[in-house]
């Protein structure tokens, strides 16, 4: 298959420079690393600013800067829903309500901490249920990363992974926690420097900000849409049919807003991990506080390039976009939002198979239709519309307008974020293993320097883990799209967990446990009884029997999160009030009424974290306004 | 952890900038002229050569008045740790 670029000696250059320093900054660290505590959580002494970026940056992988550009060729401005209602006040939140409890109790992980606040069966579901996500996602992300390689730049799949998987093993193994944290803080920088002239230039080329909302404005009348709906976040929230995203203003406040958002930025040992080796308590809620600043522009920086991708015209670049190049399935991560979907409008009379000229026609902007990866024809829906290949978006985007050595820059960044996001579950997952599988029911009592190796060898065993995984991901796509699917079961009920847990102190650990399963196979029914619209029973929902059909696989998954959320809620208080709770005594430290709030009174009031949590929230509410 | 042995994550990082800074806006320098150089009429491996060059320097001045800070720090309580 031809692919969309060619690379100069300056674009490997680049690349070279960059693994040179990932590398070299793991060979300096690894002097600092003496104890299992400064492997598993860099000796609890990063500077807030080191840990924030790390925050923000461990979750900056394949689904943010693919998925999100992806999305925002699919839906518009309105992916940005995923940061500004999606994130930003679930960061605020984990940095002003529960980093108190999950830094003050001095827990190792989340799953420490379920221990210590229930018990010991509400850990070891948390514990193998985070692992084994964990790890299959850092194989989902390498596999995406492998499969773009290879569409965009003819780069061998098995090369690719192998070398993306020796290299982030190798800084982690040495470094640890801290080594993926200064790379992460390394690779932040490289992302933003990297993609923030791909904004810049696709702005320029369709006339600036005006001309983009102008052009998108034709394409959502063309889609049947409204026409500001690709450029207005809320206005067209009020019906889901008004809107690409399929959703309605209820469901997105409260399944993406609420359950999704607060599960994961509050509860997953990825990020909170981050902002556990802070080097203070005051240190570790300003981390998410931190990160909230830079992530509430990313939609700048990563949703912007997907919807100018639509638009710019194929002659507007420094190389015009290949027709019939790089179009094939990308699998995204889980949790990621970008995906092909059926674009109604291009219907050439020519687009009869996968021609090159046909394959043009049927391109919007730069965005190239998908293409059967056996038949290499171009795939429609079934009311024969064309399928756009969303996830090629932002990397058309990079090929099309980077010239020689800003390209390597811009390819480097899209590196640097697969990497960030393996590096950071692989770190989450060796902490996990060694600390809350290895030593609570292996070998309980080894020494210091024993669970320092374990940590090594699990380092090694979830690197190569995830490569196989990467490879079960290229064999079965079917089996990948099962494992998301069970992965957002899993997750969707464990913020109401948290939430009773820290809040209310007659929660029990029964009634976490029972409401934790209770809430998965809550899930799993509402997704076996719904469907989204033009979808086919089975990996999609509907297995039970179809009573409720969705919009959009968005409002299946949104609706889904909320129905799992309050069933564990209900069932978890159900069942606590019919069984014993523990003493007061045992839950100082733990729960909100039973722990003496963080005094800042001694700081300046600019210097508080409350301070700068309401300047986050004011302009997180400024730019909901500016783009309502 | 003895925090006197770690780096500062501001050298490493300001270096990697303003090597590829120098790297790519001499490049796109000796390459102006080439097709593709100038995308939307921007010289823009030069551009951001410049933009990445000016953000190393300042990231590695951060780091080295940081260093500076805490040698002045020891000095004044002798038995710290830099």
Redesign the interface.
Known sequence: MAHAATLSW?DY??MA??FA?VL??GF??K??V??S??FFL????MPAW?AGLAFISANLGAQEVIGMGASGAKYGIATSHFYWIGAIPAMVFVGIFMMPFYYGSRARSVPEYLKLRFDEKTRALNAISFAVMTIFSSGVSLYAMGKLLELLLGWSFNFSVLVAGGIVLAYTFLGGL?SAI?NE??QF??IV?GFL?LTY?GL??VGGWHGMVAKLESYSSAHGYPAGAYTHSWTYMNNAAHNPIGVEWLGLAMGLGFVLSFGYWCTDFLVVQRAMAAESMTSARRTPLIAALPKMLFPFLVIVPGMLALVVAPS????NAAPGAPSAVVATAPGAVGAAEASPAPTAPAAQAGGEESVQALSHGIVPPKLNPETGKVERDTHGNVILDYDLATPMMLVH??????L??GLTALLASFMSGMAGNVTAFNTVWTYDLYQSYVHPNASDQHYLNMGRFATVFGVLVSIAAAYVAASFNNIMDFLQLVFAFVNAPLFATFALGMFWKRSTGHGAFIGLIAGTLAAAIHHGLTLPAGAVVGIKGGYFGVITTFRSDLGQTFWTAVFAWVTCFVVTIGVSLLTAPRPDGELKGLVYSLTAKPDDGAMAWYQRPATLAVVVLLLTLALNIIFF | ???S???D?RY??G???A??GV??GT??FV?LE?????????P??IV??I??LV?GAFMLFLAERARRARIRAHDAAPGSSI
């Open positions: 300056i250059a680049v420079i960059y320093f070299g900054i300096l660290l002097r600092s003496k104890t505590t400064d860099s000796g609890r002494s080191v801290t200064y803080v390394l920088f490289l420097l002239p230039l320029r080329s507007s670049g420094v190389r307008f980077f010239p020689a050595g800003l390597g820059l | 952890m003895d925090t042995l770690r780096l994550v490493p990082i270096l990697f900038f090597i590829l790297l790519i490049y796109g390459t080439r097709p593709g150089a100038t995308p939307t009429g921007v823009i491996d951001w050569g933009l990445m953000f």
